[in-house]
């Protein structure tokens, strides 16, 4: 039996949200086990290694926070700049702005009838949000909100950094490097499914993709650290 499936807009934007925020808890997994796994290379102590992962925490996740509150803001202030520029080329040329509308609908493949009856209902329900969403793609009802935004690249950067700093300072000495490692490994594992999940792509590609690359940089950085760390001595 064929279940029907139903798709909409809240379901997208929930969907990019959570891709959104598994990247960004992706991003904190692997800057940060880069970042202890390089300081533990060279032999510190949990101290120097504790102080270590708290200030790159700290100023990835503020980095993170500004980076996305620029980059949305820039967004939504384009965003805004067309619809205004919409709005006025409605008031002062609505015929032609209409018959775009008629264009934009024979385009996708409706006869010239259906094309202008649509065009026609459209218009008489909200000619701005018809027109805007035709030509440019854009909801005027859902601009990002650049706060939101930045709060929840901060946050999901913070929830992924946490994992490879605890991991590496709680266990003894002798075996916090397995340990962290396997446990960056397991928390990729994670983000990667979730990842492939939310887009719908295939789980073992996207999950190969970012363990391999969590380990190559806590190996990497793990030898730098104990390279310079024994040049050092």
Not at 181 to 190: E, K, Q, T
Request: net charge negative.
């Amino acid at each position: 039996m064929h279940h029907p499936e139903y798709h909409t807009p809240l379901a997208g934007s929930r969907l990019n949200w959570l891709r959104a925020a598994v990247l960004g808890a992706n991003d904190g997994i692997v800057s940060i086990a880069g970042l202890v796994f390089g300081v533990a290379g060279a032999s510190v102590g949990s101290g120097v290694l504790f102080a270590t992962g708290i200030a790159g925490i700290v100023a990835g996740a503020l980095s993170m926070a500004v980076g996305e509150y620029v980059s949305v803001s820039s967004s939504r202030d384009s965003e805004r700049a067309l619809l205004k520029k919409e709005k006025k080329e409605l008031e002062e040329y609505p015929e032609h702005e209409f018959t775009e509308l008629v264009g934009i609908y024979e385009k996708k493949g409706l006869s010239s009838d259906t094309a202008r009856k649509v065009a026609e209902e459209l218009t008489a329900h909200d000619a701005f949000k018809a027109h805007v969403e035709a030509e440019l793609k854009i909801d005027p009802n859902e601009l990002a909100n650049p706060v939101q935004a930045s709060l929840a690249s901060a946050g999901s950067f913070l929830a992924g950094a946490v994992i490879p700093l605890l991991a590496i300072i709680l266990p003894p000495d002798e075996i916090r490097i397995p340990v962290a490692f396997g446990a960056v490994i397991a928390a990729l594992i994670a983000t990667g499914t979730l990842s492939a999940w939310a887009g719908g792509a295939p789980i073992g590609k996207a999950v190969l993709r970012v363990t391999l690359g969590g380990i190559i940089a806590m190996v990497a950085t793990y030898a730098i650290g104990a390279y310079f760390g024994a040049a050092l001595v």
